[in-house]
């Protein structure tokens, strides 16, 4: 039996907006570029009707603009932005994770010290390694360790808000940097701040959760030179 037209768009309208959100986070798609319907029938091998819906789904979450006259473009970055976004990822992350530890979930502290395990063993298998290394690396499991932290909180609207503030400050860290500026400082936060999100001290974990989000602010003094 053949899938039903609008589901097969449906899932074709998904799978541009996941690449259009990777292509945009990773700076493959600069801020401010015109994103042409027809081009991206090419890039990405999906119809134009799906790519019209992602692009206009992205707008809505902040990724993109349609100004008018102009069409649907990179939305451009500026250092008050991602300032903005960080004062948001702390409102939200602080209420979700207040309201995990006092969920008090088995289940939701063993997916913490998981995630934190994995993410762990990943950063210690690339610092073997040598080198620099590369966000992209690391963002993958980085992300799921954050989404552990809030999924004791009990709403999908905050685990969703969450998402898609975490992915609009990771689009900031690849463009001011592509590489971790200290692996130490950053491998450190984790462990800190898990330590105050198992001890069950709601106000010392939502403070280490607003340090672990400032970490690297100054890193973001850069973003200046790209504004549009």
């Known amino acids: 039996m053949s899938m039903p037209v609008a589901s097969a768009e449906e899932t074709l309208t998904k799978t541009a907006v996941d690449r259009l959100v990777q292509d945009i986070v990773s700076g493959a798609l600069a801020p401010g570029k015109k994103l042409r319907i027809e081009l991206l029938k090419e890039q990405y091998q ?3 009707s799906p790519l019209r819906e992602a692009l206009t789904r992205l707008s809505a979450l902040g990724f993109v603009t349609n100004k008018s006259r102009r069409g649907f473009r ?6 008050e ?22 969920q008090e979930s088995y289940e939701w502290e063993a997916n913490v010290v998981s995630a934190l395990a994995r993410l762990r063993l990943k950063l ?10 590369d966000w992209l690396d690391v963002e993958s499991i980085h992300k799921e360790y ?3 932290l809030m999924s004791g909180c009990g709403s999908e609207r ?5 998402s898609i503030l975490y992915d609009q400050a990771t689009r900031y860290r690849y463009l001011a940097s592509p590489k971790i500026p200290n ?21 010392r974990a939502c403070a280490a959760m607003v340090r672990h989000l400032r970490l690297f602010a100054t890193l973001y003094s850069s973003i200046r030179r790209l504004d549009k």
Request: aromatic fraction near 2%.
């Open 46 to 48: 999906i119809g134009a």
């Open 74 to 79: 990179v939305a451009s970055v500026s250092q």
């Open 81 to 102: 932005d991602f300032q903005d976004i960080t004062i948001v990822r702390e409102m939200i992350e602080t209420t979700a994770l207040r309201r995990s530890i006092e």
């Open 124 to 133: 210690s298998r690339l610092q073997a390694k040598g080198g620099e290394i």
């Open 146 to 148: 954050h989404v552990a």
């Open 158 to 162: 905050l685990l969703t808000l969450q």
């Open 183 to 203: 692996m130490r400082e950053f491998a450190k936060s984790h462990e800190v701040l898990t330590e105050a999100v198992l001890s069950k001290e709601v106000e």
